[in-house]
Nanobody, 122 residues
Framework: QVQLVESGGGSAQSGGSLRLSCTTS????????MAWVRQAPGKEREGVAN???????SYADSVKGRFTISQDNAKNTLYLQMNSLKPEDTAMYYC????????????????WGQGTQVTVSS
């Protein structure tokens, strides 16, 4: 059974930083894409960043230069370092994974965590 557990969300001031973590277990496929997806109230889910098994990363235009996705394979942990936060970054952030990466507008990953809330105040 695949399990993803996020942590590290919370509140920050505009311009501040937060780091999200996602520990994974039970994923046995050799090929994978791990992603951070967010959903703000009243909006669709939006892919924020992803990283493939070969280390290739991809970011949504809205977070390029501010967010960094990384992974520690030894710890089975995915990270999202979020700097220069803006109020529009406020959302529930989910960790997701599957054999393939999806576009930011259609993050249809088969496995999801429960989410962690990020709130940025101006």
């Amino acid at each position: 059974q695949v399990q993803l557990v996020e942590s590290g969300g919370g509140s920050a001031q505009s311009g501040g930083s937060l780091r999200l973590s996602c520990t994974t277990s039970g994923y046995t496929y050799s090929r994978y894409c791990m992603a951070w997806v967010r959903q703000a109230p009243g909006k669709e889910r939006e892919g924020v960043a992803n990283i493939k098994d070969d280390g290739t990363t991809s970011y949504a235009d809205s977070v390029k230069g501010r967010f960094t996705i990384s992974q520690d394979n030894a710890k089975n942990t995915l990270y999202l370092q979020m700097n220069s936060l803006k109020p529009e970054d406020t959302a529930m952030y989910y960790c997701a994974t599957g054999p393939f990466c999806f576009s930011a507008s259609r993050p249809s990953y088969p496995y999801w965590g429960q989410g962690t809330q990020v709130t940025v105040s101006s």
